[in-house]
């Protein structure tokens, strides 16, 4: 059976203007599909264009060329059905965990009486129901981060844009947060995009790994399907052989556009 989609970029072109009127293309042709309910993980060197599909997806920015399609429909405007999990933390540090988790559904017009005990179901749901009266500053940067997440889960959207979500954290404290996006994740099965540097993370979450080549003009190059059994545990499936040979295959596509990449942002640097 088909699966339906619930984002597909067509031939999408992205494009800057610079200042001496010259045109840098980031992205070019890019031709990606996520179906609903499948997890996508994006890939590739630094500055090759993953944040930027993830936002063209959401609707902050608009392709050049090509199309966005969300659930059929072409997209006009910001994407209204996709909840966006940035990098950086995105709470308001004068409202404590249970206020910034409620403001979701409360500028929505959600009575407050009605989005307190809903987002303090969403906070237990993240293992901080003790920390609802807790302000940003007094939690850890993993606890932010389960707030950040219970904040975009409340509006139940139906596709998840993450970007690099767990990237500033320590390795131990990625994998608890892989693990309980993926507990998240099974219980409704939303469309996931996500954007990381590290792999090994897109092997252990992901259905699909999509990787792209380094910019300019970056394009998909390469698109693999992730046979591990679920559910997964994030501590125990980077053990399977089965992983390790993946790892092994994409990695072997994906460490020239590295090195590309890298050598691209030295000769950069010396041109400054």
Known sequence: MTMP????????????????DRVYTAVEQANLTVGQGEFVAIVGPTGCGKSTLLNVAAGLLKPAAGGVEIFGRPLAGL????????????LFPWKTAIDNVAIGLEI?????????????KWLTSVGLGA????YPHMLSGGQRKRVALAQVLIRDPKILLMDEPFGPLDAQTR??????LLDLWNADRKAVLFVTHDLEEAIAL????????A???????????????????????????EFHALHRE???????????????STLAKEAV
């Open 175 to 180: 994998q608890v947060m892989g693990n309980l």
């Open 206 to 213: 992901a259905d699909r790994v999509v990787i792209m080549s």
């Open 108 to 120: 929505k017009g959600t009575p407050r009486s009605e989005a307190l005990p809903r987002a303090q």
């Open 215 to 241: 910019g300019p003009s970056s394009r998909i190059i390469g698109d693999w399907r992730v046979s591990l059994p679920r559910p997964r545990d994030i501590f125990e499936v980077r053990l399977d052989k």
């Open 79 to 90: 994407n209204r059905d996709a909840g966006y999990l940035f990098q950086a933390d995105a």
């Open 5 to 20: 989609t619930a984002v597909a970029l067509e031939n999408a072109k992205v494009a800057f203007r610079l200042g001496d």
């Open 250 to 264: 994409i990695w072997g596509v994906l460490k020239d556009e590295v090195m590309k990449g890298y050598a691209q």
């Open 131 to 134: 920390f609802a009266g807790r």
